[in-house]
């Protein structure tokens, strides 16, 4: 997503016009953790190999787990996304957008660390707002996901998006989604 907010010829209809749009996750942030929790494994899977000694392969397998579970991270599977088919979250698919209350921005801080989240609330449960369901392999659901569930009171339900994992701009996605909704 290009970064508008510095450019002083573009206009506010220009800034505000829903585009297509989807982000993944920053790929250099997961390469570590996948590819050093491999590479631990494999190093520990040759100590057990070399030595027979079974606490090395039981310790292996951990770091494999690891591996596993933040593989999302370096997959490149869009997470978030929109388009005039509706809201896309990964593993849930497309929302309508009518189904979509509110999208807020929501930040923390942790000492110097600012973590950005967008807060995604649905006017109604998640069965039915979904417009098209993701059709997901089943060795993914154990997967890390970048998103959690919250009911809330009357049926509705906000869908909380870590922002600051994804490639994008957390105020440009924000103010892409709050484009399509206001359409």
């Keep these: 997503m290009r970064n508008h907010s510095m450019d002083p010829w573009l206009d506010d209809e220009t800034l505000t016009k829903a585009r297509p749009f989807a982000v993944g996750f920053k790929k250099k942030s997961g390469e570590p953790l996948v590819y050093g929790s491999?590479?631990?494994?494999?190093?520990?899977?040759?100590?057990f190999l070399i030595t027979g000694s079974p606490e090395w392969g039981l310790i292996a397998i951990p770091m494999l787990g690891l591996a596993y579970w933040y593989y999302p991270m370096i997959a490149g599977w869009p997470q978030l996304g929109a388009n005039d088919d509706g809201l896309f979250v990964e593993r849930i698919g497309f929302i309508h957008w009518a189904c979509v209350e509110k999208v807020s921005l929501y930040e923390t801080s942790v000492r110097t660390l600012v973590l950005h989240r967008a807060q995604i609330i649905l006017n109604r449960n998640l069965e039915e707002a979904i417009a098209k369901r993701e059709a997901v392999a089943w060795w993914r659901y154990p997967m890390m996901r970048n998103w959690s569930l919250k009911k809330l009171e009357n049926q509705r339900v906000m869908i909380d998006v870590q922002l600051h994992t994804l490639s994008g701009d957390p105020h440009e996605i924000c103010r892409a989604l709050n484009a399509f909704l206001r359409r």
């Design 38 to 47: 491999f590479l631990l494994a494999a190093c520990m899977l040759a100590v």
